[in-house]
């Protein structure tokens, strides 16, 4: 199995920034790729940006250019770089770890962007 701990959700400012942090352990050696998912309230979940083993990434148009997915493998940590952020981000933030057989989810991380 894999455990994913997020951290680094919170409120923010329109235009201002946070760095998500997820957290792996267990059978990481399993996982194939990882990435940042997010639902709103009354919406399903949806992709933000997903980064393989190889370290190729994919975003969602709406974070293009906004928001940047890395991993640290030493410190077994993904994280999620959110700047310029906007009211529409609001959501609570997943990270995923997909193996050869299941996908993993950690339990989430609260992001509000208001004035």
């Known amino acids: 199995q894999v455990q994913l701990v997020e951290s680094g959700g919170g409120l923010v400012q329109p235009g201002g920034s946070l760095r998500l942090s997820c957290a792996a352990s267990?059978?990481?050696?399993?996982?194939?790729?990882m990435g940042w998912y997010r639902q709103a309230p009354g919406k399903q979940r949806e992709l933000v940006a997903v980064?393989?083993?190889?370290?190729?990434?994919t975003y969602a148009e709406s974070v293009k250019g906004r928001f940047t997915i890395s991993g640290d493998n030493a410190k077994k940590t993904l994280y999620l770089q959110m700047n310029s952020l906007e009211r529409e981000d609001t959501a609570a933030y997943y990270c995923?770890?997909?193996?050869?057989?299941?996908?993993?989810w950690g339990q989430g991380t609260q992001v509000t962007v208001s004035s």
């Open positions: 980064i393989s083993s190889g370290g190729s990434t």
């Open positions: 995923n770890a997909a193996t050869k057989g299941f996908d993993y």
């Open positions: 267990g059978r990481i050696f399993s996982i194939n790729a």
